[in-house]
């Protein structure tokens, strides 16, 4: 079965330090992948997509970036943090049957 | 840009009420709408609806489509204290990407 794993779980990191936050997809093969983030009361907002290795596709300008170095691992990454990054950043992945499915989760709080 | 409009944003009902939760949308040309529910953290897949009429069933949850009037309901029946949630609605444009558009979701409270 499939299963998709983020880490870190939760971070807290000060302004203007560098983020990285991984995913991994176990399980199938040639997913697409995509990173969300979801601020307090709010619904999902996608950041990027990726429907294959090496191929990024940004959906709002924002200060962060997206990597996908292998078919079932996706990076979210930002060389300066800021206090508007804090939030709820989800990885999801989908496949043939369409539905997404979402990873545990990464916590960020901006200080 | 799409629009997805959930309502009510938080609904709070007792133990065995029946709830009816409504995700509204202005898109009209559109592959599928999909249901979840969030409890602490990752969004779990509920339904996907993709043509006007046709009910779709899980246990006390149910969920159907109407194309001509633009909306979804989702059900519950017989609410427990573990359908305490927020309930997102999400539309799926189409596409080789599946790029999804998300409401901002129901708050649902079940009191014992």
């Known amino acids: 079965s499939q299963t998709i794993h983020q880490w870190p779980a939760t971070l807290v990191q000060p302004v203007g330090s560098p983020l990285s936050l991984e995913c991994t997809v176990e399980?199938?093969?040639?997913?697409?992948l995509y990173w969300y983030r979801q601020a307090a009361g709010r619904g999902l907002q996608l950041l990027f997509y990726?429907?294959?290795?090496?191929?990024i596709s940004s959906e709002v300008p924002q200060n962060l970036s997206a990597s996908r170095p292998q078919d079932r691992q996706f990076i979210l990454s930002s060389k300066k943090l800021l206090l508007s990054d804090s939030g709820f950043y989800l990885c999801a992945w989908s496949g043939q049957t369409k539905e997404q499915f979402f990873g545990p989760g990464t916590r960020l709080t901006v200080l | 840009e799409d629009k997805v409009v959930q309502s009510p944003l938080s609904l709070v009902v007792h133990e065995g009420d029946t709830v009816t939760l409504n995700c509204s949308y202005e898109?009209?040309?559109?592959?599928?709408l999909l249901w979840y529910k969030q409890e602490k953290k990752a969004p779990t897949f509920l339904f996907m609806l993709t043509s006007s009429g046709i009910e779709k069933k899980s246990g006390r949850l149910s969920s159907i489509l109407d194309k001509k009037e633009l909306f979804s309901i989702l059900n519950i029946t017989a609410t427990q204290t573990g359908d305490s949630a927020v309930y997102l609605c999400?539309?799926?444009?189409?596409?080789?990407?599946?790029?999804?558009?998300f409401g901002k979701g129901t708050l649902l409270t079940v009191n014992p």
């Open positions: 399980g199938t093969s040639n997913p697409n």
């Open positions: 999400a539309l799926d444009r189409g596409g080789s990407n599946y790029k999804l558009t």
């Open positions: 898109v009209t040309n559109f592959r599928s």
């Open positions: 990726s429907v294959g290795i090496g191929q």
